[in-house]
């Protein structure tokens, strides 16, 4: 038998980790954060474009840290995808708790999206603990028949 539970916090993962890649597509295709630092600061340039500059620059520089660790977010979220999905499969937990880990990694550098990463690490978590009682009820069940 296969964890309900698990399959449960690879769906979520699989629809949160698509729609971080569409929106870091989507945000990288228009110019990355240079369009968006332009676009909503244009009009403040204009008016006083050497008391912004540094300011702008400061900005870039923060913008440009938070969008590594959201890359980093989403590298981490799509490899334990990966392993979840293996774990799911081939019923194994220890693939499931290696995503679950990399869910909590993942969350924990970006904590912004906390709200959407706590979810998928509870329910990793207990989708892992759920296959590995269901691994060693079905080996119980093979010896005992």
Known sequence: MRSK???VANIF???WTGIMLYSAIAFFAKGGTEYFVLA???NSLLNDLLGSLEELQIF???LNVLSVFVALHTFLFTLAIIFGWIGYIC???GFALSAAILYLVGTLL???FILSGLPIIILGFVGQACQRKLNKAHEN???IT
Do not use: E
């Open 13 to 15: 993962a699989t629809v």
């Open 5 to 7: 539970t698990l399959i």
């Open 40 to 42: 909503n600061y244009a």
């Open 110 to 112: 970006c904590p912004i």
């Open 91 to 93: 019923k194994g937990a």
């Open 60 to 62: 870039m520089t923060l």
């Open 141 to 143: 069940t093979d010896v």
